[in-house]
């Protein structure tokens, strides 16, 4: 109860006050004052946080925007809070990058949920390349006898047919698989598709990525993943096979404690 109420009067009070107090003071408006007190992620959210909960509906809507229409918006905001370009010559290029970087997260999470619901369908030609092509990756030395056999379960599988472990990950577990090792890595594509779609994946694309986030920076989050549950499993020397959930949700716990540092940035270390 006292949360809810902190949170209505500030957002609607207090904190329209603090702002037109520190813009007397400092010249300068909040997005101003973030790009100079902040970098990195902290930065990316700060500007996140102060467009979405502006009252300023141009100010509001530029988290909204697609990436053609991000230099306009640009301009629009300067406009709006009359920032002078020759005054301040940073605001516009740093306004630009977060903006990127904001918009291209949310369409990033977009193009990643369009994989995940499209089903493995064996009727599909490209589908069916794409598994054959994991079998030869994984079993370079050991012939396929049969499309549907228990030879899949070589390489992990549960069943005579892959295409009934890819449940709800879809399409996007067969091409992350490319990278991986059937069950273990459809788990992991489900971790990374829970971190994007909870927003956990944020500090660590603000920090590596100095624009538009993509489907290969998901990609490569994914094999992060996967190499770093392989270290994981053999430090934690479980007693068999049958531990894996226990041991996969603590190596979640793990990932989402190093992805609440503002400053993380995981990548591949060999």
Known sequence: MFVTLWEFFYGHFFRFWMKWLLRQMTGKCELQRIFDTYVGAQRTHRIENSLTYSKNKILQKATQVIQSEVDRCVEDIMKEKNINPEKDTSFKICMRTCLLQITGYKQLYLDVESVRKKPYDSDNLQHEKLLLKLWNLLMPTKKLTARISKQWADIGFQGDDPKTDFRGMGILG?????????????????????????????????????????????????????????KFWFQEEPESIMYFNLYREKFHEKIKGLLMDCNVALTLKM
């Open 174 to 230: 067969l091409i992350n698989l490319v990278y991986s090792y059937a069950i273990v890595g459809i788990n992991l594509t489900e971790m990374a598709y829970s971190l994007l779609k909870n927003e956990a994946l944020k500090s660590h694309l603000y920090n590596c990525v100095p624009g538009v986030p993509t489907m290969e920076h998901f990609h490569q989050f994914y094999c992060y993943l996967v190499y770093e549950f392989d």
